[in-house]
């Protein structure tokens, strides 16, 4: 393993800025056009609320403000109760965090990383494998363009699969749950699984007891589901629906 660099990982934000530009500047125009038309300083303030809504849930997201991606990447690693023996897979790697904390943690792991990259998101495989090189770990990890609808490896491929807040952003998928289905797929006999996503989301993915049933059928030996969106670190604005407030992982074993 290459020592890490002095140049730290750009893991990027969940908040991408348009989030607070496209709302900001729409808010700015109809202040300016309230000037004429003085109700529109309602919608301005719509807009501008949900600009600084979004700047505000960035920062807190971000190494300089609470540093939340972290703390939420780290729910996934305690849940996962694996050996390090073998090969584990992150699902929608994004900027490679989740990755590089798994090889940081199991030494003696390889690790795969796959994402569809697409463009609404601030990541790229040549940025993952750039913060691999920076961590020190690009010896061990590998990247791959790819879908978490469809993923490219064989049935029981892996020791461990991890994935987090990912299934719910796969568009084209009707039922969300085949997402989990595929994950565990590739996951091997004996194998350990952590997913975090919007589990809580009823309209998404219906009842958690009935979700858990669901898994449980396809022939789990063991899972588990924890709220992980009650966690007292989660500051309560940003506990919304679409935000972090239907957070859960499910844990176990194949
Ligand atoms: C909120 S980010 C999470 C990234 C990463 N798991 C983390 O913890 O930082 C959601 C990720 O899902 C990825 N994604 C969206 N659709 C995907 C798909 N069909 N297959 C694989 N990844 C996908 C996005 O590219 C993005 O990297």
């Known amino acids: 393993m290459k020592p890490p660099s002095a140049e730290k990982p750009d893991y990027g934000n969940w908040v991408a800025t348009k989030f607070i530009y496209i709302p900001g500047a729409t808010g700015l125009?109809?202040?300016?056009?309230?000037?004429?038309f003085p109700f529109l300083i309602v919608v301005a303030a719509l807009f501008l609320f949900v600009a600084l809504y979004f700047a505000y849930a960035r920062y807190l997201f971000s190494p300089q403000g609470a540093d939340l991606q972290e703390k939420i990447r780290g729910l996934v690693l305690s849940s996962l109760d694996w050996d390090g023996e073998g090969q584990i897979l992150d699902i929608g790697c994004?900027?490679?965090?989740l990755t590089i904390a798994l090889a940081q943690k199991y030494q003696g792991a390889r690790i795969v990383g796959i994402d569809y990259?697409?463009?609404q998101w601030e990541y790229s495989k040549k940025l993952c494998e750039k913060n691999a090189e920076i961590a020190g770990v690009a010896d061990r990890v590998t990247f791959l363009q790819a879908s978490a609808a469809a993923l490219p490896f064989a049935d029981n491929s892996f020791d461990a699969v991890v994935s987090n807040l990912v299934f719910h952003e796969v568009g084209?998928?009707?039922?969300?749950?085949?997402?989990?289905?595929?994950?565990?797929?590739?996951?091997g006999k004996g194998g350990k699984f952590v997913f975090q996503d919007l589990f809580l989301w009823k309209q998404i993915y219906g009842e958690p007891d009935a979700l858990m049933e669901t898994i449980k059928s396809w022939g789990m030996t063991k899972s588990a589901f924890i709220n992980t969106g009650d966690s007292t670190f989660i500051p309560a604005l940003l506990k919304l629906p679409f935000m972090l407030g239907t957070i859960g992982t499910i844990a176990g074993e194949k």
Request: no cysteine; glycine share 12%.
């Open 29 to 36: 125009f109809f202040l300016g056009l309230a000037i004429i």
């Open 94 to 97: 994004g900027s490679a965090a």
């Open 117 to 119: 990259w697409g463009k």
């Open 172 to 187: 084209g998928v009707k039922d969300k749950k085949d997402l989990i289905r595929e994950a565990l797929r590739v996951t």
